[in-house]
T-cell receptor
Framework: KAGVTQTPRYLIKTRGQQVTLSCSPI?????VSWYQQTPGQGLQFLFE???????NKGNFPGRFSGRQFSNSRSEMNVSTLELGDSALYLC?????????????FGQGTRLTVV | QKEVEQDPGPLSVPEGAIVSLNCTYS??????FMWYRQYSRKGPELLMY????GNKEDGRFTAQVDKSSKYISLFIRDSQPSDSATYLC????????????FGTGTRLQVTL
C-alpha cells in the first residue's frame, strides 16, 4: 500500500513569489491535513480538508491557502513568500479525519525562501 | 504560552540507558496523547498513543499520562543507536477533525 506522497521534496523560492505544494493521500483516505514544521515552533496545524471542503483552519495568515480535489489529492499555496515561510511542510492523511491516531504523514516538502 | 511544552534537547545518552521524554500541556480538553518519532529528512511516524489517563507499554517503550498534572512521558528502555531521532508529543481532543497539537520535539542521540 503506497504511503502519503508529497511533491516536490525540495523547493527554493525568492521572497515575494508564490508556491504550490502537492499531497497525494493513502488510497481510500479522504481527510488531508497540512502542518508547518520549523525548529522554533515545531509542527503547527495549517488546515484540514475532507471531501473537497476545508473543515478546520489553524492560525496562519490568508497567504496560506489550500484546496482538495475529488480524488482527495490536496494542494496548498503560499503567496507573497516571506523569509519566515522557510520550513518543512508536512501533510497527513486519514480515513475521515476523526481517527487522530490513524493519521499518516508524508515525508514533507522542504521550502527555502531566499 | 504554548498549549504543549516540550524540552527541545538535544539529549545524549549511552546505548542501553533508560530515556525519559516529557511534555506538559495546558488544554484540559485533550483526550488523545501520542508520541511520534521523526528521523532526519522523514515525516513523523506514530510510535504509540494513550487515550485519557494511564500507562501503555509496547516493547521497550512505555507511555504515561497524568491528566491531573497535565504531564505525559515516554520511557525508552535499553536504548539503541537506532532510537536516535526527534521525538514529538502530540495531543488531540475528540471530534476535532484530525487537528493535532504538537510539542516542538526532543532530539535524542544514543551513542555507542
Amino acid at each position: 500500500k503506497a504511503g502519503v506522497t508529497q511533491t516536490p521534496r525540495y523547493l527554493i523560492k525568492t521572497r515575494g513569489q508564490q508556491v504550490t505544494l502537492s499531497c497525494s493521500p493513502i488510497s481510500g483516505h479522504r481527510s488531508v491535513s497540512w502542518y508547518q514544521q520549523t525548529p522554533g515552533q515545531g509542527l503547527q496545524f495549517l488546515f484540514e480538508y475532507f471531501s473537497e471542503t476545508q473543515r478546520n483552519k489553524g492560525n496562519f495568515p490568508g497567504r496560506f491557502s489550500g484546496r482538495q480535489f475529488s480524488n482527495s489529492r490536496s494542494e496548498m499555496n503560499v503567496s507573497t513568500l516571506e523569509l519566515g515561510d522557510s520550513a518543512l511542510y508536512l501533510c497527513a492523511s486519514s480515513l475521515t479525519g476523526a481517527e487522530v491516531t490513524e493519521a499518516f504523514f508524508g515525508q514533507g516538502t522542504r521550502l527555502t525562501v531566499v | 504560552q504554548k498549549e504543549v511544552e516540550q524540552d527541545p534537547g538535544p539529549l545524549s545518552v549511552p546505548e542501553g540507558a533508560i530515556v525519559s521524554l516529557n511534555c506538559t500541556y495546558s488544554n484540559s480538553a485533550f483526550q488523545y496523547f501520542m508520541w511520534y518519532r521523526q528521523y532526519s529528512r522523514k515525516g513523523p511516524e506514530l510510535l504509540m498513543y494513550t487515550y485519557s489517563s494511564g500507562n501503555k507499554e509496547d516493547g521497550r517503550f512505555t507511555a504515561q499520562v497524568d491528566k491531573s498534572s497535565k504531564y505525559i512521558s515516554l520511557f525508552i528502555r535499553d536504548s539503541q543507536p537506532s532510537d536516535s531521532a526527534t521525538y514529538l508529543c502530540a495531543m488531540s481532543g475528540t471530534g476535532t477533525a484530525s487537528k493535532l497539537t504538537f510539542g516542538t520535539g526532543t532530539r535524542l542521540q544514543v551513542t555507542l
